[in-house]
């Protein structure tokens, strides 16, 4: 079991930036896979941006040159380090924990946080 607990969000004007922190429980934080995703109301949650066990990072289209996960194991705890924010980038905000075990999956989710980019 993993439990995950975010933390940063907020209200930034357009162009301003904010970074969230996920911090997991547990020993095993170092061999799961995180991401970040996020859902705006009335849409669906997509994928922002993951980073793998082994450190290598991928992003949605529509937020690549702007936002940078990154991981820190020691700390147990994964980032999301968001610049050149816009509008369309209010959602609450979930960190996820994933990872495949002799054939079963684990995925877990915090509680979200909420972003809301507004002047």
């Known amino acids: 079991q993993v439990q995950l607990v975010e933390s940063g969000g907020g209200l930034v004007q357009p162009g301003g930036s904010l970074r969230l922190d996920c911090a997991a429980s547990?020993?095993?934080?170092?061999?799961?896979?995180m991401g970040w995703y996020r859902q705006a109301p009335g849409k669906q949650r997509e994928l922002v941006a993951a980073?793998?066990?082994?450190?290598?990072?991928n992003y949605a289209d529509s937020v690549k040159g702007r936002f940078t996960i990154s991981r820190d194991n020691l700390k147990n705890t994964v980032y999301l380090q968001m610049n050149s924010l816009k509008p369309e980038d209010t959602a609450v905000y979930y960190c996820?924990?994933?990872?495949?075990?002799?054939?079963?999956?684990?995925?877990?989710w915090g509680q979200g946080t909420q972003v809301t980019v507004s002047s």
């Open positions: 996820n924990a994933a990872r495949s075990l002799f054939g079963t999956a684990y995925n877990y």
């Open positions: 547990g020993s095993t934080f170092s061999t799961y896979a």
């Open positions: 980073i793998s066990s082994g450190g290598r990072p």
